[in-house]
């Protein structure tokens, strides 16, 4: 097998993404992406500063909810609005945010008591 080059390593993401089905939401399709390193250390950092717990799932939500260009769809003026949405869809999309991140926490309550 052939090495890669510094090069093809920059250029390349390996960010896995998904497209959820949120119809049943009455949201449509919306992508998400794993986090990055820097993003998953951020968070790790967040949660280990005990922060207001309500907020952890729009935390996640903000950092891989995305674009079809890849661009975060979301940005922390948006927080207000999606806590106004149904708690079944925000928990479902928080959900497979953890799935993607391969994070062993599969429940809001779960991720709160770390």
Excluded: W, Y
């Amino acid at each position: 097998m052939p090495r890669l080059t510094k090069e093809q390593i920059l250029k390349n993401s390996n960010l896995r993404t998904k497209l959820i089905d949120m119809n049943s939401e009455g949201f449509g399709d919306i992508e998400i992406r794993e986090m990055n390193i820097a993003e998953q250390m951020e968070f790790d950092k967040f949660l280990d500063s005990k922060p207001d717990n309500k907020d952890i799932a729009f935390h996640v939500i903000l950092k891989c909810c995305i674009n079809e260009d890849g661009s975060k769809m979301f940005n922390e003026d948006d927080v207000e609005f999606l806590k106004q949405k149904s708690s079944a869809s925000v928990l479902r999309l928080f959900n497979e945010i953890l799935d993607i991140n391969n994070q062993k926490s599969t429940s809001l309550e779960e991720l709160e008591k770390n």
